[in-house]
């Protein structure tokens, strides 16, 4: 009985499904419910310009998927000398790599993720994240191009077929009368000569506009295209 005990264990540790490997990513990451983030892998680009921190630049990986990981018991690491700045304030904690030092709990992945996008390494195993270290960036530039849009959640915007993300920061120019009217809702009596919306309104009012729509809508859109954030979206009324 012992012999076929042991000969059972053994057959059944051989059996016994590797554990998945330790992969690490580089990439831009979004909060995408409690506990969760999401994030695209991309190409980082180690620098270090005159007098200044140490940074990556980032560039988009092609066919690189966008990948969702629990974070919940993720080692965190912030470049901030607290874990709780909302701004540098001038100074940095970092490593010989250019990764955030000071280290903060895994709850502070979704106050950070609340505030915006973060710029991470990402050590994950499976569907969950097992270190989180952000790092500095290099400038991101700006893009405007006209399309459709769509809401997809309050942080996200389906803009000709690619997910932007976007915050409270946003600025929503409009064509209407009002901030919380519908979309295109009444005379175009805020639209320049080019149809383009020029009232100042929030993101909430963009929410507001978009929500409960499964069609698109035409827009003028500026986002930072490494990024994936929207920073301007404009009404556009065609007939103006």
């Known amino acids: 009985m012992h012999v076929l005990a042991a000969s059972s264990l ?3 540790l051989l059996s016994a499904p590797a554990a998945a490997p330790t992969q690490t990513l580089y990439g831009v990451a979004w909060a995408d419910g409690a506990g969760h983030l999401r994030i695209t892998p991309m190409t980082a680009t180690y620098g270090k310009p005159k007098g200044q ?3 990556y630049a980032l560039k988009h990986k092609k066919g ?29 904690n970092l490593d010989k790599q250019g ?3 000071t280290r903060c709990p895994a709850k502070d992945i979704g106050w950070a993720l609340a505030l915006g996008p ?9 569907g969950k994240a097992i270190r989180v270290r952000e790092f500095l960036n290099f400038d991101f530039a700006s893009k405007t191009q006209r399309g459709q849009l769509k809401r997809l959640d309050d942080n996200t915007l389906l803009f000709n077929g690619r997910k932007l993300g976007y915050n409270g920061h946003l600025t929503f120019y409009r064509v209407t009368a009002k901030c919380n009217a519908g979309w295109l809702t009444g005379e175009p009596v805020n639209a320049d000569r080019n149809g383009l919306g020029k009232k100042a309104c929030s993101a909430a009012d963009l929410n507001r506009a978009l929500k409960g729509h ?13 990024l994936g954030m929207a920073l301007v979206v404009r009404e556009v009324f065609g007939d103006a």
């Open 10 to 12: 053994v057959l059944g």
């Open 53 to 55: 921190p140490a940074r």
């Open 64 to 92: 690189a998927k966008e990948i969702r990981l629990d974070y919940t018991g993720a080692a965190f690491s912030r470049v901030y000398v607290e874990c709780h700045l909302k701004e540098s304030e001038g100074q940095f």
């Open 99 to 101: 990764f955030g030092k």
């Open 118 to 126: 973060e710029t991470v390494r990402i050590e994950y195993r499976g």
């Open 214 to 226: 499964k069609y698109t809508w035409l827009a003028q859109v500026e986002y930072y295209d490494v």
